[in-house]
């Protein structure tokens, strides 16, 4: 599969160094940028794998990074792991409502890091062998493209929200507590929160459903979790 790309964008060059050393030692290409604007010009051009972006930047914040990023169809597809200095629920929340991937709060172990990438790419790279093509109401889930289509817009959604997506719609009817979907869909990573659940079923249904607030879609069994109704 060739050597993946990595950017690190940091306004901390010590940090950048670390970092980047580490990730080279793994075997991964690197490249940085010290600042919002730089990051975003250099991501347009380059053909990255996954960007690592620290909250507080110089220019653009990295949270209106990320937002840019995840709107444009031509880098929207592209897992961001974002770093933060903060520990508040709240900055991890927003960032996975952006967005994002995954999180890191600094101070951090090159280790969990690298632990967290190849965790991001494995879901990026994995493909599911079933059914090529699942439909429900107006949605088309295209699975060896990873693209959702919604009356004929696609949908920019991120490896994990498709994963995430797909497994309940091959699943329609059954309903899924979070750590039966952190076991589905994040598998074996140690990091991730159940918190994290909930926050990708809501940015999946912005994307998915009309309206949000009455899901026609991915619905909650109150109590219980999430499901996808066996009549759609």
Request: glycine content about 6%; some cysteine.
């Amino acid at each position: 599969m060739g050597t993946k790309k990595i950017i690190v964008v940091d306004d901390e060059p010590d940090l950048i160094n670390l970092v980047s050393y580490n990730l080279r030692k793994e075997g991964f290409h690197v490249s940085s940028a010290s600042d919002g604007e730089e990051a975003l010009d250099t991501i347009r051009k380059g053909d990255f794998n996954l960007i690592i972006l620290d909250l507080m930047l110089p220019g653009i914040q990295g949270m209106e990074l990320c937002r840019i990023l995840k709107s444009s169809v031509d880098t929207a597809s592209i897992p961001i792991i974002m770093l933060t200095a903060k520990s508040e629920e709240l900055d991890k929340v927003l960032g996975l409502e952006m967005g994002a991937d995954d999180y890191v709060t600094k101070p951090f172990s090159p280790r969990e890091l690298i632990a967290r990438i190849k965790a991001v790419l494995r879901r990026v790279h994995e493909r599911p062998e079933k059914k090529k093509l699942l439909r429900i109401g107006d949605i088309t889930i295209h699975i060896d493209t990873y693209q959702v289509v919604k009356k004929g817009k696609p949908l920019n959604l991120s490896a994990t929200e498709f994963k995430l997506l797909l497994h309940l719609v091959q699943k329609k009817g059954r309903v899924f507590n979070r750590d039966m979907l952190l076991d589905a869909v994040w598998k074996d990573e140690a990091f991730v929160e159940p918190r994290t659940v909930d926050v990708h079923i809501r940015r999946l249904r912005k994307q998915i459903e009309d309206d949000p607030a009455h899901p026609l879609y991915i619905k909650t069994r109150r109590g219980i979790g999430y499901y996808v109704d066996a009549d759609s």
